[in-house]
T-cell receptor, first 113, second 115 residues
Framework: AQSVTQPDIHITVSEGASLELRCNYSYGATPYLFWYVQSPGQGLQLLLKYFSGDTLVQGIKGFEAEFKRSQSSFNLRKPSVHWSDAAEYFCATIIQGAQKLVFGQGTRLTINP | NAGVMQNPRHLVRRRGQEARLRCSPMKGHSHVYWYRQLPEEGLKFMVY????????ESGMPKERFSAEFPKEGPSILRIQQVVRGDSAAYFC?????????????FGSGTQLSVL
């Protein structure tokens, strides 16, 4: 079955440091992949998506993600985090043939000043 | 253009009571999705509705849960005889067409607490 896994439940980085959040997918064909951010008390906001084509995807708020078929990964990166990036981040994929998203468990990001 | 509106933001119910969660999609959106987020977990799909039709309810518990999206008015997720395990954040999302990802917009959720 299609799924995504986020191995890291909680990550802490210092403000200004680089960030990489891991996401691994399980699917034989090319999946549709997404990264969402959920700020405290808010709904989910789409950061970026990958459907096909260029494997390096640029998103909003300075985030990018790289699709690596050989590693079944779609890791989210940011070169320099800001305190406002503290939030929960979810990787997701679409179930092929159905109109529903499957989410990873989420990674909580804490920023140290 | 207001986003997806969910109310109430917080809902407290005692065991056995009914919970009604409302979702008003974005203007022009006729497709609504409900997701549930249990503590320390990601969101899980519950149901997908279009106006007056349930398209996919494969994620809905078989008992006590129901959803509707009438021709007029918001979409309603109804939970009868709530139990403590129903405590979760319930998110609604809407889209202008059959679309699960790119054009999907989420509301801020309703946090249901069952005492």
């Amino acid at each position: 079955a299609q799924s995504v896994t986020q191995p890291d439940i909680h990550i802490t980085v210092s403000e200004g440091a680089s960030l990489e959040l891991r996401c691994n997918y399980s699917y034989g064909a090319t999946p549709y992949l997404f990264w969402y951010v959920q700020s405290p008390g808010q709904g989910l906001q789409l950061l970026l998506k990958y459907f096909s084509g260029d494997t390096l995807v640029q998103g909003i708020k300075g985030f990018e993600a790289e699709f690596k078929r050989s590693q079944s990964s779609f890791n989210l990166r940011k070169p320099s985090v800001h305190w406002s990036d503290a939030a929960e981040y979810f990787c997701a994929t679409i179930i092929q043939g159905a109109q529903k998203l499957v989410f990873g468990q989420g990674t909580r990001l804490t920023i140290n000043p | 253009n207001a986003g997806v509106m969910q109310n109430p933001r917080h809902l407290v119910r005692r065991r056995g009571q009914e919970a009604r969660l409302r979702c008003s999609p974005m203007k022009g959106h006729s497709h609504v999705y409900w997701y549930r987020q249990l503590p320390e977990e990601g969101l899980k799909f519950m149901v997908y509705l279009q106006k007056e039709n349930i398209i996919d309810e494969s994620g809905m518990p078989k008992e006590r849960f129901s959803a509707e999206f009438p021709k007029e008015g918001p979409s309603i997720l109804r939970i009868q005889q709530v139990v403590r395990g129903d405590s979760a954040a319930y998110f609604c999302a809407s889209s202008p067409r059959q679309e699960a990802g790119e054009k999907l917009f989420f509301g801020s959720g309703t946090q249901l607490s069952v005492l």
